[in-house]
T-cell receptor, first 113, second 114 residues
Framework: DTEVTQTPKHLVMGMTNKKSLKCEQH?????MYWYKQKAKKPPELMFV???????INESVPSRFSPECPNSSLLNLHLHALQPEDSALYLC????????????FGPGTRLTVT | AQSVTQLGSHVSVSEGALVLLRCNYS??????LFWYVQYPNQGLQLLLK??????LVKGINGFEAEFKKSETSFHLTKPSAHMSDAAEYFC????????????FGQGTTLQVKP
């Protein structure tokens, strides 16, 4: 099973709302990632978790807050977002961070109004 | 620093024709290379990967790619295009520091004409 699941599929939120994105994998992978993708662009790395610890934060604004409660679950908490944050948010996982292929989830389409 | 260049942001082929999507990379260490496909409103799906060993790599859906170190290339090919191959294709190289960072190319949109 090489499946990464993400919920919700779509999310519309106002600039004062607080919401969370959820990502789950049951492949025994110890590295998990959040990416942001704008239309017709490659994914941009936001965060990397390795063995449930945050290992990379690509200078992401604090209105995005990641959390890794356990080795199978990754959350992205959203607060006070801006319209320019509207994008497809992708979660991925890999066996470890060391050059292994990443498996991507279907994404959450976020619209900030 | 590592980088990936995909030549041609848009490629159009006829159904049944050869598909060739070009990818060149720059890396100071032996690279791990990947091709991903993204269908509209979906996540990225791994097509194939090169790590070590055989330089001709076969992937899913009839795609293959050849690692050519002398040309720093990893072009993706498929002998006969299907309508269902129409999608966005990304070439990526694994970052040299084992951090998990993937360096993506800008992507190539493949159009398949009937």
């Amino acid at each position: 099973d090489t499946e990464v699941t993400q919920t919700p599929k779509h999310l519309v939120m106002g600039m004062t709302n607080k919401k969370s994105l959820k990502c789950e994998q049951h492949m025994g992978h110890r590295a998990m990632y959040w990416y942001k993708q704008k239309a017709k662009k490659p994914p941009e790395l936001m965060f990397v978790y390795s063995y449930e610890k945050l290992s990379i934060n690509e200078s992401v604004p604090s209105r995005f807050s990641p959390e890794c409660p356990n080795s199978s679950l990754l959350n992205l908490h959203l607060h006070a977002l801006q319209p320019e944050d509207s994008a497809l948010y992708l979660c991925a996982s890999s066996l470890e961070t060391a050059s292994y292929e990443q498996y991507f989830g279907p994404g959450t389409r976020l619209t900030v109004t | 620093a590592q980088s990936v260049t995909q030549l041609g942001s848009h490629v159009s082929v006829s159904e049944g024709a050869l598909v060739l999507l070009r990818c060149n990379y720059s890396s100071s260490v032996p690279p791990y290379l990947f091709w991903y496909v993204q269908y509209p409103n979906q996540g990225l799906q791994l097509l194939l990967k090169y790590t070590t060993g055989a330089t001709l790599v076969k992937g899913i859906n009839g795609f293959e790619a050849e690692f050519k170190k002398s040309e720093t290339s990893f072009h993706l090919t498929k002998p006969s295009a299907h309508m269902s191959d129409a999608a966005e294709y990304f070439c990526a190289v694994s970052g040299s520091s084992n951090t998990g960072k993937l360096i993506f190319g800008q992507g190539t949109t493949l159009q398949v004409k009937p």
